[in-house]
């Protein structure tokens, strides 16, 4: 049964904001048929830019399932030239949080309930919100073809990360994107229901969700809006 999150739950509530990532990697079974693909890779990276606006503001419902007990979210976010904003509250209108933060990765607490810690909302929210709306494949990064004919562009990071971007192979828009440190999955992030492209030929999902296997909980979201707005507004 859907519980608001209610702040006299301090350990929910971090465990809550650590994250707001499943397994299947694309190696082992799921084998290479085919070499690299500049044409397809090149389409592929540009669908991902193509999904939103350069600015907008976006609003989240989001339900945290940690061990069986489930706690509603509503995050307000607001992404403009490469920076982002993020505001989440609790179904009582309690702030919780207000994250800014940049393309690069960088992101900043600018403010929190004192029974959140500063670096776990660094590390979670605002680490998943870069992923979200700003990682993308780097030009090292090799493009594969699985075996069930999906694309997935796949790379290294610093620190023994390893990053993993699957597209579906007919409207080659992004379904996932998987982190992962020693080849255990560090967050998992899901994308479906997409909408049609607007005017502007954007077309952003619906569905959001964000998978922690290790902290064996999860975060769905349903994307009430995303609106376009004025750079710098």
Known sequence: MSRPLC????????????????????TGSDALVGGKYTQTRDALVAAMDQRYPESFNAIHRATLTVRGRQFILDGFIRVDRGEFRTIAANSFGTTLFEIRGDGAGNNTVVRNDPSLDSEALRAGPGRDIHTIYFARPAPSDELIQLRNNAYAIVGERPGGMRIEFEFDPVTRRCMSITERRNIRPVRRISFGEYTAPDDAGCSYPQKIRIENPRGRYRVDIRVASVTPGRPGV
């Open 7 to 26: 702040l006299s739950f301090p350990k929910v509530a971090g465990l809550l904001l650590a994250s707001l990532c499943a397994t299947g990697c694309v």
